[in-house]
């Protein structure tokens, strides 16, 4: 045991001292509804991010971090104060996060540091009194604004930039030309997609609009090292939540809840690892809060992940929680993801009008009028077989039920009413899809009007 500690000890010295030096600088990039599998550090060949991939190279990229939730303004609220969607006081899409909350830009403020959001907002008005400046987007990229707010901070102060891109949020067509730069005709399309003329093209646009956050990503890059800088910059890259192809976006599965994370820091951070710990959107803040020397905040589920980033061998954490909650339906799921299994519970006990998941569905999969799904994905990485009436699952299955009740009582909550076997209606922007493949014209303007 004492050389055990000994090793932990000698592990985080330079850590500490680091803290102790000096503070760094802070860049977090925050893509909108990317993938994690839509990033070329995570094994695609077609998508065209040079500048993120540089990144990882340089850092360590997490394979296994996971979001507290797959829906836009949620997601976000929860990176930035370490708390679970409920628990945020916005759990659900467009809820404004009350400025009573205790969050990581406010903690640095006050510590000294200049903070700014710059691109996409989506956490409404009382939420901006914790930076120094909010400034929201003009354009369509949402990334115009990130070089000129990096020049006129004040210099005399270690600074935190929140740059959250409008890339890749669908619509792609009044973005883009015509002619697309990615070929619609060798994107790589989810077996949930049909693939067809629209498709192929709403992904290539998908793939543009990636590839355009990767530019904006790499021109403040080379500002920062022009500014001699980035050596002092912790870097970031991450997104919100899942795309939206696939039947990804919104649910609770890998390709909903996974994201691209990255770091960057080479004083402290180890080049070309690929950390395969699980990782939860929580622990953001308190590794942000460890490394510039101050405490975590108490009653808060994340943990610092400094440990893991200096050595990728380290454990961090044995699963990880998220939660669906409305995003124009009244959904109500809850999941526990450990490194092999995945326990989902939807306490509505109702399934979405989806042809992607009504395979899912399982009125056997019934339990006290809830309907659970349980994974292994070791054998099923896809999740498609529910094992959860599998005897040989039943003591996992338990103790995935007693964590999420566990966490649940910690936090009150209150199901919509259920809703047994019934349809919900599909999320909007599946019916905008499905629609706008039928209604598609050349006439964009009628197109965007109808769509």
């Not at 409920?86 to 510590?111: E, F, I, N, W």
């Not at 109702?350 to 899912?360: E, G, T």
């Not at 899809?433 to 050349?442: D, G, I, P």
């Given at each position: 045991m004492k050389r055990c500690l000994l090793w932990l000890v000698c592990a985080l010295l330079p850590l500490c001292a680091w803290a102790a030096d000096t503070q760094p600088n802070i860049v977090v990039f925050l893509l909108d509804d990317v993938g994690q599998r839509d990033v070329g550090a995570f094994g695609n060949s077609v998508v065209r991010t040079p500048n993120i991939d540089q990144l990882a190279r340089e850092g360590t990229r997490f394979t296994n971090a996971f979001l507290t939730t797959s829906s836009c303004s949620?997601?976000?609220?929860?990176?930035?104060?370490?708390?679970?969607?409920?628990?945020?006081?916005?759990?659900?899409?467009?809820?404004?996060?009350?400025?009573?909350?205790?969050?990581?830009?406010?903690?640095?403020?006050?510590?000294?540091y200049y903070t700014a959001s710059v691109g996409k907002w989506h956490l409404g008005e009382p939420f901006k009194t914790h930076f120094d400046r909010v400034v929201e987007p003009h354009e369509e990229s949402g990334?115009?604004?990130?070089?000129?707010?990096?020049?006129?901070?004040?210099?005399?102060?270690?600074?935190?930039?929140?740059?959250?891109?409008?890339?890749?949020?669908?619509?792609?067509?009044a973005w883009h030309p015509p002619l697309l730069h990615h070929n619609p005709q060798t994107v790589p399309l989810s077996k949930r997609d049909d693939d067809n003329a629209f498709m192929r093209e709403e992904m290539a646009g998908y793939y543009d609009e990636i590839a355009r956050a990767d530019r904006h990503i790499g021109l403040v890059i080379a500002a920062l090292r022009e500014e001699s800088v980035l050596e002092n910059t912790l870097v970031i890259v991450l997104s919100d939540n899942g795309s939206q192809f696939g039947g990804a976006k919104t649910t609770l599965y890998d390709d909903g809840i996974k994201t691209p994370l990255m770091m960057r820091f080479p004083r402290l951070i180890p080049a070309h690892i690929a950390n395969q710990q699980l990782v939860s959107a929580v622990d953001l803040m308190p590794t942000l809060l460890a490394l510039v020397g101050l405490p975590a905040v108490p009653n808060t589920p994340g943990v610092s992940l400094l440990p893991t980033l200096h050595n990728s061998a380290v454990p961090v954490r044995d699963y990880i929680y998220a939660e669906r909650n409305q995003h124009g339906a009244p959904l109500f799921e809850r999941a526990v993801r450990t490194k092999n299994m995945l326990y989902k519970h939807n306490y509505q006990g109702?399934?979405?009008?989806?042809?992607?998941?009504?395979?899912?569905w399982d009125p056997d999969a019934l339990h006290g009028g809830v309907h659970e799904e349980f994974y292994d994905l070791t054998a099923d990485p896809q999740a498609e077989k529910n094992l959860r009436l599998h005897e040989q699952y039943q003591v996992p299955l338990a103790a995935a039920r007693n964590i999420m009740n566990s966490i649940m009582a910690q936090t009150p909550q209150t199901p919509p009413?259920?809703?047994?076997?019934?349809?919900?209606?599909?999320?909007?922007?599946?019916?905008?899809?499905?629609?706008?493949?039928?209604?598609?014209?050349?006439?964009?303007a009628h197109y965007l009007a109808g769509c």
């Open positions: 949620p997601s976000r609220a929860s990176l930035l104060t370490g708390l679970y969607p409920t628990a945020t006081g916005a759990p659900k899409l467009h809820d404004p996060l009350p400025a009573s909350v205790t969050s990581l830009p406010q903690l640095l403020r006050k510590a000294g990334a115009a604004d990130w070089l000129p707010e990096l020049a006129r901070r004040p210099k005399n102060k270690p600074f935190f930039f929140w740059l959250a891109s409008k890339d890749a949020h669908a619509p792609y067509e109702a399934r979405l009008c989806d042809p992607y998941w009504d395979a899912v009413p259920l809703i047994l076997e019934a349809c919900l209606p599909r999320p909007w922007f599946e019916r905008v899809r499905f629609a706008c493949s039928e209604q598609r014209t050349n006439n964009q």
